[in-house]
């Protein structure tokens, strides 16, 4: 029996993950980081819960790779910390993996690059790589055969015809593979809401070259730092338009590093320039690559606009380019960028006002095009949100797939086949793992919770002192609040806390006040009644005691 858990990347944006199961034997496509929500106070990464695998420790055949954007390897070096494999993937993704393994010092897997038409046996597993354009180098959908099913990950993928590596989808393997027979194609949902084709790269390439020709003071354009190919464009616009360009932003010089060493970029010679050289060139010459599109508050981004830098900064005549999709949820820290380039004397320019980014992925007659090369006998949407997944199966049933054969999945559904039929669903454990980013270690949703009671409702820290020998209190109970302003004013509520400690503790046996469990809890039921009484908001109550 083949089993398809997805662990991530259904329902809603990023930490694509699925497990291919087959006779307990596992195959893992993807393992991908998303930004976390607003209400996650210090959490800098998402990913998948591994719960699921737990006790599969010894039965992995690979991690494979389908491209190396964040979505899709972001959470890669936690699994292999936890569960040591091989992995596979293209050259450009196998390097960024690379850096990120030795920046969290995690030993580094056995790595197998990808190539076209090359088949790789993984136990049960025969892979193949087949090339897709992306907005990435080296990015591949996955066909995967076992004893029980053929199956078609699309992986992230668009059809652009003109892309700026020359590197074409492989049209043909699809329509080969649909004339061999699949049994389902896992196909990315994610611009599914966009009618036509997505544009193409050249068009972008041209805008560019328009703005770099004609701007006279700096110009600094964000984009994702995976985006080498644009990033190529760039230089090459440069050197033609007699401009410097500045790297600005870690992941964007170690992505260009590795975009180097596998000679998917070729940087112009006497172009690139350091960022603290800029200052002393004229400002006409200046072309700043920054990353941090998504107005991250740590990156290079925000330390640019917001005077952080101290070489780089926007000035009168300044112009900032967004070169990439503001992913949803993001507007507002955008928004605040904006703000302030134009605060400082410069103007923005967004894909809204103009042809500056496209996507990477399919829109809807791309999706239909490879549907109908594949003709798969089941339809399942894969990435995005659960309304993009259902709009992906309306276009399933435009297509004339019946309802029984479109397969709409969330996060912790699993599909079962056998001989090629599907012949139940199940449900695996599933969740997210919240990192903060000062430790790189999970963080326990207590804490965020605590976090996000101490940031909407602030913290009261009632402190009683006991006197060891007789049991009684020392002195009056001390009433510490932070971002709370319900203690002080005519009420006199800190009055009334105070006294109401001094009775409960009055009418405790000698046993529950020397115990300091029982003493501490006590001390927060009687603060957070008292607060109620008095109809204030309740905080986050930290209760000390003391033996003297």
């Known amino acids: 029996m083949l089993k398809i858990a997805f662990l991530g990347g259904l329902g809603d944006f990023g930490k694509n993950m699925t497990v291919f199961d087959q006779d307990g034997r596992l195959l893992v496509v993807d393992c991908g980081s998303m930004f976390p929500e607003a209400d996650f106070p210090g959490i800098d990464l998402v990913f998948p819960d591994f719960t699921y695998l737990q006790d599969k420790a010894d039965r992995f055949e690979g991690l494979v790779l389908t491209h190396g954007h964040e979505d899709h390897l972001g959470a890669a070096p936690f699994l292999l910390r936890q569960f040591p494999m091989p992995v596979y993937g293209g050259p450009v993704t196998l390097g960024i993996l690379a850096r ?26 025969a892979l193949e790589a087949i090339p897709v354009t992306h907005s990435i180098p080296d990015a591949f959908s996955l066909l995967i055969r076992t004893a029980d099913a053929t199956v078609l990950h699309t992986g992230d993928f668009k059809l652009d015809q003109t892309p700026l590596d020359g590197r074409l989808t492989h049209y043909h393997r699809f329509q080969e593979a649909g004339a061999r027979g699949v049994t389902a194609l896992l196909i990315d949902s994610t611009n599914v809401e966009v009618e036509g084709m997505t544009g193409s790269e050249v068009r972008v390439r041209g805008t560019l070259e328009r703005y770099i020709a004609s701007q006279t003071g700096k110009l600094f354009i964000t984009l994702f730092s995976s985006n080498l190919m644009r990033v190529q464009a760039i230089f090459e616009l440069a050197a033609a338009h007699g401009k410097r ?43 700043v690559i920054a990353s941090g599109s998504q107005a991250e508050p740590f990156a290079a981004l925000n330390r ?16 900032l380019i967004f070169s990439a999709r503001i992913i949803p949820g993001n507007e507002k820290r955008v928004a605040r960028v904006i703000n302030q380039v134009y605060r400082n004397g410069g103007q923005a320019v967004t894909p809204r006002e ?19 090369w594949v003709r798969p006998r089941y339809y399942v949407p894969i990435h995005g949100e659960y309304r993009q997944l259902k709009g992906n199966a309306a276009l399933a049933k435009e297509m004339g797939y019946p309802d029984e054969n479109t397969l709409v999945c969330d996060t912790g559904h699993c599909l079962l086949f056998e001989a090629g039929e599907l012949v139940g669903r199940e449900e695996v454990p599933t969740g997210s793992q919240l990192i903060d980013g000062d430790t790189s270690d999970a963080v326990d949703r207590v804490v965020v919770r605590d976090r996000r009671h101490l940031s909407q409702d602030g913290v009261v820290v009632p402190i009683v002192v006991i006197n060891r ?70 905080p986050l109550i930290i209760p000390v005691v003391m033996e003297i």
């Open 245 to 287: 360009v500045a790297l600005f932003g870690r992941s964007l010089v170690q992505n260009v590093k590795v975009g180097q060493e596998t000679g998917y970029l070729r940087i112009p010679p006497g172009v690139e320039v350091a960022v603290e050289e800029v200052p002393d060139l004229p400002r006409s010459e200046v072309i």
């Open 354 to 372: 103009d042809r500056v980014h496209v996507s990477g992925h399919a829109a809807q007659e791309e999706i239909k095009l490879l549907a109908s």
């Open 100 to 125: 990120k393994l030795e920046e969290l010092e995690v030993t580094a897997p056995v790595q197998v690059a990808l190539q076209a038409g090359v088949r790789h046996d993984l136990g049960p597993f």
């Open 304 to 319: 640019l606009v917001f005077d952080e830098s101290r070489h780089l900064y926007v000035e009168e005549g300044d112009l």
């Open 469 to 538: 020998q007789t049991g009684r209190m020392e002195s009056a109970p001390e009433i510490i609040g932070r971002g709370y302003p319900y203690l002080e004013g005519a009420n006199g509520t800190v009055e009334e806390v105070r006294a109401d400690l001094v009775a409960m503790v009055r009418s405790l046996p000698q046993e529950e006040i020397r115990d300091e469990s029982i003493l501490k809890a006590k001390v927060k039921s009687t603060v957070k009644k008292t607060l109620k009484r008095n109809d204030a908001k309740i």
